[in-house]
């Protein structure tokens, strides 16, 4: 199985500037790229942040982006998302729609179990997982202990070393998701976005990850007393491949560069 990550595209409206950051062209080429890949991912999973506020024409413009996309995709709210309005623009997701005050779920029907959770606090940055998405969490995983899995969630359950990030991070429900985690041997992978970069730190005995943005990077800057910055790093996208030992992940540009030329 061949999965591709794209996080944080922070679509915004036409109208609505966002600073410099052209976040639909971006998408656009990101799309192109992924449409390009040889061999062809299963998968497209965008880890949050799909819009810049959560706004109903967002997602409308989104969508109309996403319609490029040659590839099935599995959505997941970010901090500057409204889940309800992401599930009112995309109704024919059947994933998203449930009476759950979360947007949670499992979709079962690939090799690798898909388990998607909500970290979200609507109009906050941080993140949270309470009681009740813990508890989800935990009869969702031990319902299939065996098959390979893999979490989404927005924030990552690890503190990055980017003060001002961390600061927005995953506040509440940390040790108690590590602990669940570390229940389990079939989690293959924790993917999150939220920090715009990649970055790796080992979680509850699996290996948890973030993911470049489609448009703008978090600056990297490990100083305690940083201004928290964005830059145009090329950005990028992960192409998680299921080998033999498990879940390789690739780190992909999006961007002009020479070669590939053949030794
Ligand atoms: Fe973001």
Do not use: K
Request: with cysteine.
């Amino acid at each position: 199985m061949l999965i591709a990550q794209i996080t944080d595209l922070h679509v915004h409206d036409t109208g609505r500037h966002t600073r410099e950051i052209q976040a639909a062209s971006h998408l656009a080429r990101c799309i192109q790229d992924l449409n390009a890949l040889d061999p062809r991912p299963d998968l497209v999973l965008v880890t949050g942040d799909l819009t810049d506020h959560g706004q109903a024409d967002e997602y409308v413009r989104l969508r109309s982006l996403l319609a490029a996309l040659d590839l099935p995709v599995l959505l997941l709210a970010g901090n500057h998302d409204d889940p309800a309005a992401m599930r009112a623009v995309f109704q024919d997701h059947a994933y998203l729609q449930s009476d759950m005050p979360f947007l949670q779920y499992v979709v079962d029907e690939w090799p690798l179990r898909i388990v998607a959770l909500d970290t979200t606090i609507r109009g906050r940055g941080e993140g949270r997982l309470c009681a009740a998405r813990l508890a989800w969490l935990a009869d969702t995983l031990a319902h299939s202990p065996e098959r390979p899995t893999l979490i989404m969630m927005h924030h990552p359950p690890f503190s990055t070393g980017i003060r001002r990030m961390d600061e927005l991070g995953l506040l509440e429900g940390r040790e108690a998701f590590t602990e669940i985690v570390a229940q389990y041997r079939n989690i293959e992978r924790i993917l999150c976005g939220h920090l715009h970069r990649t970055m790796f730190c080992r979680v509850g005995g699996t290996v948890a990850s973030t993911c470049p943005g489609t448009a703008h990077q978090i600056a990297l800057d490990l100083r305690p007393d940083h201004t928290l910055s964005f830059n145009f790093e090329p950005p990028g996208y992960q192409l998680h491949w299921a080998g033999p030992q498990g879940l390789v992940t690739h780190h992909c540009v999006v961007g002009d560069f020479p070669g590939p030329f053949p030794f």
